[in-house]
């Protein structure tokens, strides 16, 4: 897979967690958090002057395309494994407060749902499963990992 593939990917990945109504929208006050959220650093002037930019109607939505030209630049070119896990462990980090390496499936939980309010609590059940496979009512860094990239 490219760079740029990959870069695609991760991008369709943030806006379909974000775009929690499935509209093909998402609202351009959630893409700060969204760069937060995939621990990607970014100039709020430099982002501010893209969504006007992608936005010129001052609608307070974009579409993938626009959400794309406005996320892309922040995105380093070069997405190599060592920088993604990096940038995975930051916000791992930022949920396991007491640095105990792991996270309880009652946070994972509530980072699901508050990322897709669609999501039932039967198919967060669903996740969960799927993720804490040993069963441990908590998903350490492998499994958060495995869950964020696919691998």
């Given amino acids: 897979m490219s760079d740029d593939d990959q870069k695609t990917e991760i991008i369709r990945k943030a806006f379909t967690m974000f775009d929690t109504g499935k509209t093909g929208f998402i609202e351009t006050i959630k893409i700060a958090t969204i760069l937060n959220t995939i621990g990607q650093l970014f100039d709020e002037t ?9 936005d010129p109607d001052k609608t307070g ?23 993604t896990q990096q940038e995975l462990k930051e916000a791992f ?3 396991d407060r007491e640095g105990n390496g792991y996270i309880t499936t009652g946070t994972l939980k509530e ?10 609590s039967r198919d967060l059940d669903g996740i969960i499963a799927e993720i804490d496979t040993d069963g441990s009512g908590t998903v350490d860094f492998d499994e958060f990992m ?3 990239t696919g691998d």
């Fill in 46 to 54: 430099a982002l501010n002057e893209l969504i006007i930019k992608n």
């Fill in 61 to 83: 939505q974009v579409n993938f395309d626009s959400f794309y030209e406005i996320v892309s630049p922040f995105l380093e070119e070069d997405l190599d494994e060592a920088e």
């Fill in 111 to 120: 980072i699901l749902a508050a990322l897709d309010d669609n999501l039932t």
């Fill in 146 to 148: 495995e869950m964020m």
């Fill in 93 to 95: 980090r930022l949920y």
